[in-house]
């Protein structure tokens, strides 16, 4: 498909058109491939359950401080189609809430790592080779020394355990990430013809960090933001689960999986169920990131 | 060969990153709201006790000549402290329990390894056929599920269903474990002779080790189908064929092997995150490992036994890297020779 051959002259000339054509030919590409689609349904379909959970949860009271002992370890039937855990609340509700904290934490962590790791990599990669860049690769070296989950575990150890809180270490060890990534993209991109040419012609640092260098990131950027809300999702259900997380009765996958744990096998939909939940979570981010990929990238239609 | 110049430039920044390592966890465990002193003994332990622990834990020392006499602790006696919960040497508790934890990683990274490149490579061989078709399907599937996810769907369906696992422990409920050699049980029961007690040992370690394996084991069947199948298009491998070398060294020795670095790179990653899942896994099949151990003391704010699990998980994952740095450095000679990546 030849890009040029579809542009006319009027798409060209407003910005908005320009914009408004590359995002249906971004469509068209992504549109192309049916798992990204069903990528895109499953993350619009959590999106949605999460915003509107008080709505669409067959016992939104359920969620908070609940008990029923009569109704309490029911399996699957059609008033509870995902079973009751062991003090008869509602799994499908309490999953359909858990999903709104968990979407709250990837913003969250995304909101802070992403602009943090981006400044920090554009500027290591851009002055690569001096100082700069080994005083910020030196300490990104060192979050990065050991996995993301281990360091998150252990912050979250020793602050006291709330979703906020949780959400702090996770993105402590999350935004060193990004840098690296920022870095490796920047420093080879500082090298190419048209930034040497925006430096010939005296055009600021910054102009050239952020309208030059930062827009050729971006790909990357967003296909690596979509891939790590599931991610996120995954290391703070994993943070619930060890109890450093969300703290009952306030629902969290993490912690529900593990009450099942103590509860298996006799009554394996308690654990199964939330452990479903988060794997749909990180097939739909995946499915979706791998899609926006696929779309942005600029060889082949 | 230079391999020797590479390898001692990538000590000198190892050794920097675990200094730098021991400073960012240490500052960590220091911002505990509250006194971990008052905390370990409790609310009605006498102020002279607590002020003791205090004094032996540095806690009444500046911030950083308290980091400078707990690394001078750790450097010159390898003492971690003592651990608030356990009221014993962390290091002794460490010794206690890493060795489980090893145990299961060492196995987990054996099927990654083995699983996920032959995978990798069979995918590759029979590129867009049904057989790639089920391994990338399955990968994928792999991938997108945590491995605690994994440890509850296997221990549903191997453990309670067919009943082919125990679900439960290192060894079978009233097994003596094996005399104390390395603390590895299948290492200890094969040094003692016991093939009873290797094969308890094993079976035990099986499933919360295909529980772990799995998702990384998909991400490097993934990665070496698709660097093999970007290589496979090269130039030197056309004329290879074209003067008529056998398709199995083509495969084996030229495709293979600058296929592998990105999957190793990737592998060794994920080997050691598998340090960090294990703390769920474990947890899943009630296995006494280090990970649950360091459930439990960040749980309890132990902040000793913290920063000693830490640091020796730290130990662990550089050395893994270096490791495979070198394997690397192998593989391709541009980084061997010239001393930067490509």
């Known amino acids: 498909m030849t890009t040029e051959g579809m542009l006319t002259s009027s798409s060209l000339k407003n910005p908005w058109g320009r914009t408004l054509y590359s995002l249906k030919r971004t469509w068209y590409k992504f549109s192309r491939n049916w798992l990204s689609v069903l990528g895109l349904v499953i993350v619009v379909t959590i999106v949605f359950l999460a915003v509107f959970a008080p709505y669409v949860a067959p016992y939104p009271q359920h969620a908070g401080k609940f008990v029923d002992f009569k109704g309490k370890n029911q399996p699957p039937s059609w008033q509870h189609l995902m079973g009751t855990d062991t003090i008869g609340r509602d799994i499908l509700s309490r999953i359909i809430f858990a999903f709104r904290n968990a979407l709250l934490m990837a913003i969250v962590v995304l909101a802070v790592s992403v602009p943090l790791g981006t400044l920090t990599g554009l500027t290591a990669g851009y002055y690569s080779g001096t100082w700069t860049d080994t005083v910020i690769m030196r300490v990104t070296d060192v979050f990065i020394s050991i996995p993301p989950i281990i360091l998150a575990l252990s912050i979250a150890a020793v602050l006291k355990p709330t979703l906020m809180n949780s959400m702090i270490a996770v993105t402590v060890s999350w935004w060193p990430w990004y840098t690296r990534m920022t870095y490796s993209l920047a420093s080879s991109i500082k090298n190419e013809y048209y930034v040497q040419a925006a430096e010939l012609t005296g055009a600021s640092k910054i102009y050239i960090l952020f309208h030059e260098i930062l827009p050729n990131c971006s790909s990357s950027l967003f296909t690596k933001m979509a891939l790590d809300v599931g991610w996120v999702t995954l290391v703070g259900a994993a943070l619930s689960f060890v109890g450093l997380g969300e703290q009952p009765p306030k629902p969290a996958l993490g912690t529900m999986i593990a009450e099942g744990v103590e509860r298996m096998p006799a009554q394996w939909w308690i654990a199964l169920f939330p452990a479903l939940a988060i794997m749909f979570v990180v097939l739909g981010f995946n499915l979706f990131g791998d899609g926006i990929r696929d779309a942005l990238s600029p060889e082949e239609a | ?342």
């Open chain 2, 1 to 342: 060969m230079r391999l020797g110049p590479f390898i001692l430039r990538r000590l000198a920044i190892s050794i920097f990153v675990l200094f730098g390592l021991s400073i960012l966890i240490f500052l960590i465990a220091r911002v505990v709201p509250g006194d971990p002193a008052r905390m370990a003994l409790g609310p009605r332990a006498p102020v002279d006790v607590v002020e003791r622990l205090r004094q032996q834990m540095y806690l009444d020392k500046p911030l950083l000549q308290q980091y400078g006499l707990w690394l001078r602790d750790v450097v010159t006696h390898g003492n971690l402290g003592d651990s608030l919960l356990t009221r014993r040497p962390v290091k002794q508790d460490i010794r206690e329990f890493f060795p489980a934890t090893l145990e299961l990683v060492g196995l987990t990274a054996i099927f990654i390894i083995i699983a996920g490149i032959s995978l990798g490579v069979i995918s590759a061989r029979y590129a867009n056929t049904w057989v790639d078709k089920v391994v990338r399907l399955f990968s994928y599937l792999g991938i997108v599920t945590p491995a605690f996810a994994w440890a509850v769907i296997l221990m549903l369906l191997f453990c309670f269903v067919w009943h082919l696992f125990p679900s439960y422990g290192r060894l079978t409920e009233g097994v003596m474990p094996p005399v104390t050699i390395t603390g590895m049980y299948t290492v200890d029961s094969l040094l003692n002779g016991r093939l009873d007690l290797f094969w308890d040992a094993v079976v035990h370690l099986i499933l919360p080790a295909i529980a772990l394996a799995l998702p990384p084991m998909s991400q490097a069947a993934r990665l070496t189908r698709s660097s093999m199948a970007d290589n496979q298009n090269k130039d030197y491998i056309a004329s290879m064929i074209a003067y008529g070398v056998p398709n199995r060294v083509v495969t084996g020795k030229y495709l293979l092997k600058p296929s592998l670095i990105s999957p190793i790179t990737v592998m060794a990653l994920d080997i050691a995150a598998t340090f960090g899942y294990a703390f769920m896994v474990e947890k899943v099949f009630g296995f006494p490992g280090l990970a649950r151990y360091g459930i439990q003391v960040m749980l309890n704010k132990d902040v000793n036994a913290i920063v000693g699990v830490v640091m020796v998980l730290g130990v662990v994952f550089i050395t893994l890297n270096i490791v495979v740095d070198i394997i690397v450095a192998y593989l391709d000679p541009r980084i061997r020779l010239l001393g930067r990546s490509v």
